[in-house]
């Protein structure tokens, strides 16, 4: 467990226009790899996940789950979907389970929320609940971990230290993750393939294999190599979100 397949993966919108966004995806992403899909803004990156994850069933071509059984699915969504009437511990219990609550303050302080587990998602910055979701995700111990920008909007350092906590967990637990992602260098520090997805052309037009990340140095000669190319033909690209700057109603830090 877990691989994934994808043949001739196209998906269509009508309204309000009609737009190509997937055309014919043809993919394998192999039990343990850490893939990065990488596309600007608009480019398919949510659907394509949503279609993976099964929310979406109105495309064409197959997904097919490889392994015994449908995989346990993890998955931090672009919004982060907590409970808003739960706090951020009983979010974690309700996929969890009420016997998992040691595990879950455990996570949670991982993700840099110790303190915070009696709030309410409305009392969190857009960060801290995408953190929370994060440690959701991760407390079901998935085969198949879904990230849709989950550090987007967060500041540097605090990305930096999630970053590494997802490097962690992977050497770990070699868990098969999909990261979308705007950030080139972001994907180049944690995976083992990089995914580019062309919004013109809604197909992956770059698909390249990295040295296993372990805990990698930024200038790490041959992702280096690879990024150059990456950068070139990305460079066009709208930048990615800013940091968020608000400041939470009822805690410090993003
Ligand atoms: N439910 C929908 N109805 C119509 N258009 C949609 C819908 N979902 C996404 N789109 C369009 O599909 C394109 C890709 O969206 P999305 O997958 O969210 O891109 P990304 O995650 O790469 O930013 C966008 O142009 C978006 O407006
Ligand atoms: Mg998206």
């Not at 609940?129 to 920008?149: K, V």
Request: proline share 7%; charged share 25%.
């Amino acid at each position: 467990m877990t691989g994934l397949l994808l043949n001739g993966v196209t998906r269509d919108f009508t309204e309000p226009a009609a737009r190509h966004v997937l055309r014919s995806i043809d993919l394998t992403i192999a039990k343990s790899e850490f893939v990065s899909l990488v596309g600007p803004s608009g480019a398919g990156k949510t659907t394509l996940l949503r279609i993976i994850a099964g929310l979406d069933i109105a495309h064409a071509g197959r997904v097919t789950w490889q392994g015994e059984g449908r995989p346990r699915l993890g998955i931090v969504f672009q919004e982060p979907r907590l409970v808003p009437w739960l706090s951020i511990l009983d979010n974690l219990l309700l996929v969890g389970g009420s016997d998992q609550a040691e595990r879950a303050r455990a996570l949670l302080a991982e993700v840099e929320l110790a303190g915070n587990e009696d709030a309410l998602p409305s009392q969190l910055s857009g960060g801290m609940q995408r953190r929370a979701a994060l440690a959701r995700a991760l407390l079901i111990a998935p085969d198949f971990l879904m990230l849709d920008e989950p550090l987007i909007s967060l500041d540097t350092a605090l990305a930096e230290r999630m970053r590494r906590l997802l490097n962690s967990y992977w050497r770990e637990h070699r868990t098969t993750t999909l990261l979308v992602t705007h950030n080139l260098a972001e994907a180049a520090e944690l995976s083992t393939r990089i995914l580019i997805l062309s919004p013109d052309e809604g197909r992956i037009v770059a698909d390249c294999a990295l040295p296993p990340p372990a805990p990698r140095l930024r200038n790490d000669r041959a992702v280096s190599a690879v990024l150059e190319d990456l950068r070139r033909m990305t460079h066009t690209w709208p930048r990615p979100d800013s940091p968020e700057t608000g400041v939470p109603k009822a805690h410090s830090a993003a």
